[in-house]
């Protein structure tokens, strides 16, 4: 049998020779993009998305996430990650039978009509077929069903971010039709799963018949400034952080502010997240991220990730974790800190690395960290807020640079879980 044949021969029924499957199949021409396209087409038609909802599993989506960490990465490091990530995905809940074969075979008209009036009336087995139709969809076609989906924070908004996080992952894997309709065929079925509008339509209520748009820019207020806007999304109830929160929108706030406001907000509640809530924490960075990379004008959205930030639990500053003073400016000392689940450590020389001016450092070195934790103990999430990340740097000022990176050293040392099967996944690598 060939390494292709090997490699689907496990994705249909995982065996102990996944990963030397795994590894025969990266080390062809193309190897790293043929392997991830198969498991897509192989997988999501056989994932029992249903039975997770109103979760859903990140073994899919959690492949983007590390795609997007490869420059990061050394490839021995990439490959483990990548290997243990299509492991988790190939071992979610699967499908009966008849209706995984019914899910694989079934293709509408490819019609957008068709396929907004399925997300409407909230049919999703229809908007999968119906989305099978489209010939090769495009990021076009992803970002339209990211604005039908934008106002719906259903699940903490995995509707949006699943359509921009997919429509970057076909990308990454350099368009193939079949991969494309898989992936697209998923995140419109999520879009036709039930839908939860609260928090826009009381955004909504509070903008009024005002059109407020929300302009793309740079931050312009330091710390400072912004501290007043921190505070109002951490400590506020919901009402009154809406109505402070939409005040600024309609004077004009742009993206830039809002997002920095955004980001030191959720480090913050990062800072105060206990073991057992380090992970869906870390989630705000990831909807944060996708508003960075779609870069909505419509308020609606910024209301709903300040109401989603506002949501993780706050605790007094004197309780929180600090990082020591003097701690090394150290990339392997950080590395090891957060290894040994030491969070003020790792804090500490993480502030010390990017007081320096030395992002990109700290930045590889929570890829690393996030790689060697088995993804299916907590749910890709490590993996998830990384890639967040580093999508949120380049749009953010240094000061909420700095929180995001420090807080999520702290999250990544207090979060540590098992990296055996990291460990057996890199045996027949042999990078």
């Excluded at 259903?154 to 992936?183: F, I, M, S, Y």
């Excluded at 450092?361 to 088995?374: G, H, I, Q, Y």
Aim: charge should be negative; proline fraction near 6%; glycine fraction near 6%.
């Amino acid at each position: 049998m060939t390494p292709e044949g090997r490699w689907q021969q496990e994705l249909e029924a995982p065996t102990e020779a996944f990963f030397g499957a795994f590894a025969e199949r990266v080390a062809e021409p193309d190897g790293v993009r043929d392997a991830v396209r198969d498991a897509v087409k192989a997988l999501v038609p056989r994932i029992d998305w249903e039975a997770y909802q109103p979760h859903v599993p990140h073994g899919i989506l959690g492949l983007r996430a590390v795609l997007r960490l490869r420059p990061l990465l050394g490839e021995e490091s990439f490959l483990r990650a990548l290997a243990t990530q299509v492991h988790m995905a190939a071992h979610e809940g699967r499908r009966s039978a008849p209706a995984q074969a019914q899910a694989a075979a079934a293709k509408g008209s490819g019609l957008w009509r068709n396929l907004e009036a399925f997300i409407r009336s909230r049919r999703p087995a229809l908007a999968y077929a119906e989305a099978q139709g489209f010939d090769l969809p495009v990021a076009a076609d992803f970002q339209r069903l990211g604005r039908l989906t934008e106002t719906d924070m259903a699940n903490v908004g995995h509707k949006a971010v699943l359509a921009c996080d997919l429509a970057d992952l076909q990308e990454r894997l350099e368009q193939p039709k079949a991969t494309g309709r898989r992936l697209f065929g998923l995140a419109a079925w999520l879009a036709a799963t039930p839908e939860d509008t609260f928090w826009a339509r009381r955004a909504a209520r509070r903008l009024g018949d005002l059109e407020v748009s929300v302009p793309w820019n740079t931050a312009s207020l330091d710390g400072d400034e912004l501290a007043p806007q921190v505070r109002d999304i951490c400590d506020l109830g919901l009402v009154a952080l809406l109505d402070a929160f939409t005040a600024r929108l309609k004077t004009g706030q742009g993206a830039g502010d809002s997002l920095a406001a955004l980001v030191l907000a959720a480090a913050e509640k990062q800072l105060d997240a206990r073991r057992d809530l380090e992970g869906k924490t870390a989630w705000a960075f990831v909807y944060l991220a996708s508003l960075a990379r779609t870069r909505p004008a419509d308020p609606r959205p910024w209301c709903q990730a300040a109401a989603l930030v506002n949501l993780f639990p706050t605790d007094e500053p004197e309780e929180r974790i600090c990082p020591p003073e003097g701690a090394a400016a150290d990339p392997e000392a950080l590395l090891n800190a957060i290894l040994d689940a030491e969070p003020a450590g790792a804090m500490g020389h993480a502030l010390a690395l990017v007081r320096e001016g030395r992002v990109e450092e700290v930045l590889k070195v929570l890829a690393e960290a996030s790689t060697r934790n088995d993804p299916g103990f907590n749910h890709a999430h490590q993996v998830l807020a990384v890639a967040a990340a580093a999508d949120l740097l380049p749009s953010l000022p240094p000061f909420a640079q700095e929180a995001m990176l420090v807080a999520l050293a702290k999250s990544l040392a207090n979060s540590q879980g098992s990296g055996d099967l990291g460990r057996m996944a890199a045996k027949p690598l042999k990078v």
